[in-house]
């Protein structure tokens, strides 16, 4: 199994920066990739971002290009959000998740493992 906990999340106004983290342990070696999902009070899950553990591919959704950025530091075993220009829009519990097979990129059924979360909320 792999475990991974989220962290950075907090209350920012619109405009505003965060960085999330995405810390995995136990089977690290069977990543292949990790991604970001949000999901917002009475909405459903949606992709993010996600970022290949090799050969550091990247894929954004189309709401978040150019003001999301992914990466990942394999020493650490950690992948990192930073999110520029923050909007209201953007409120949700941010969750992320282990790839190990060749699913698409932007699909919840890729991912084997899930975090618990981290909430970020941005006021107008």
């Known amino acids: 199994q792999v475990q991974l906990v989220e962290s950075g999340g907090g209350l920012v106004q619109a405009g505003g920066s965060l960085r999330l983290s995405c810390a995995a342990s136990?089977?690290?070696?069977?990543?292949?990739?990790l991604g970001w999902f949000r999901q917002a009070p009475g909405k459903e899950r949606e992709f993010v971002a996600a970022?290949?553990?090799?050969?550091?591919?990247?894929y954004y959704a189309d709401s978040v290009k150019g003001r999301f950025t992914i990466s990942r530091d394999l020493a650490k075993n950690t992948m990192y959000l930073q999110m520029n220009d923050l909007k209201p829009e953007d409120t949700a519990v941010y969750s992320c998740?282990?790839?190990?097979?060749?699913?698409?990129?932007?699909?919840?059924?890729?991912?084997?493992?899930w975090g618990l979360g981290t909430q970020v909320t941005v006021s107008s």
């Open positions: 136990g089977r690290t070696f069977s990543i292949r990739g």
């Open positions: 998740a282990d790839r190990e097979g060749y699913g698409d990129w932007k699909l919840a059924a890729s991912y084997a493992y």
């Open positions: 970022i290949s553990w090799s050969s550091v591919n990247t």
